[in-house]
């Protein structure tokens, strides 16, 4: 898999991020997804007729934090297909996914206001083999992520080095050999040591969600107090308000 990064700090490929705080909740929170909401939404995605190759949940999710963290808001209609297949091939014609969107929205609401608000969520990540590595596991995540910065690449174009460390926190689960035109992140990548088991990894995947949003969504109110990160971080850094039980 080749990981392109369009454009990174020191580059003259856009602006900094003006802060639009569009990922800010509205005052009625979305409804959490509950196991069997999850479950169904898993049925729905593999139900999905060939020869389309949906998106599967943690890869989804991933996804999802991706469009989130942009500085403007894509339209559905520019990702959902996405959702359905990685070539955005079209649904075939009667098929009903009204209730997959539903689910996917939910969640969609659920990461928006978590993000908004600085708040911890539980990424879907879901462990691997016994004998797989934390990287293993979190991969799909990440390359969820990667493919919403490949469709809409505005994020990656915000001049700020703020951006090097959450994003090298999230693309050394990448092989480096994926990595194009990344010097400046592979730098950042060596300095950081790879979390030990599958509990920091995710911990360090919330931490990354929140910093991108600093940056590109960067809040009016004063943030949030941030304990030191662990070691192996680059630079002070940031955990969400609420800690995983």
Not at 34 to 40: F, L
Not at 145 to 169: C, H, T, V
Request: proline share 13%; with cysteine; hydrophobic share 45%.
């Amino acid at each position: 898999m080749r990981v392109a990064l369009p454009a990174l700090a020191g580059t003259s490929a856009g602006p900094r991020a003006s802060g639009d705080n569009r990922a800010m909740s509205s005052p009625t929170p979305p409804v959490p997804l509950v196991d069997g909401d999850i479950e169904r939404l898993h049925d729905l995605l593999q139900a999905l007729p060939a020869p389309l190759e949906p998106l599967d949940l943690p890869s989804l999710d991933g996804f999802l934090c991706g469009l989130l963290l942009q500085p403007q808001a894509p339209a559905l209609a520019a990702w959902w297909p996405r959702v359905l297949d990685h070539e955005s091939r079209p649904l075939p014609a009667g098929h009903d996914a009204s209730e997959l969107q539903a689910l996917v929205m939910s969640r969609h609401d659920e990461l928006k206001r978590a993000i908004g608000r600085r708040d911890w969520f539980d990424p879907w990540v879901f462990p691997g083999e016994d004998e797989s590595s934390p990287s293993d596991a979190v991969l799909p995540w990440v390359a969820g992520f990667a493919e919403a910065q490949d469709l809409f690449p505005q994020l990656m174009r915000i001049e700020d080095p703020e951006l090097i460390e959450p994003l090298a926190l999230l693309y050394l689960h990448f092989d480096p050999d994926d990595l194009e035109d990344a010097d400046a992140l592979m730098a950042v990548i060596e300095t950081i040591e790879p979390p030990s088991d599958l509990a920091e990894a995710v911990q360090d995947v919330v931490r990354a969600v929140m910093l991108i949003a600093d940056v590109s969504q960067p809040r009016a109110a004063t943030p949030v107090r941030r304990p030191a990160p662990r070691k192996g971080a680059v630079r002070p850094g940031g955990r969400p308000n609420r800690p995983r039980r």
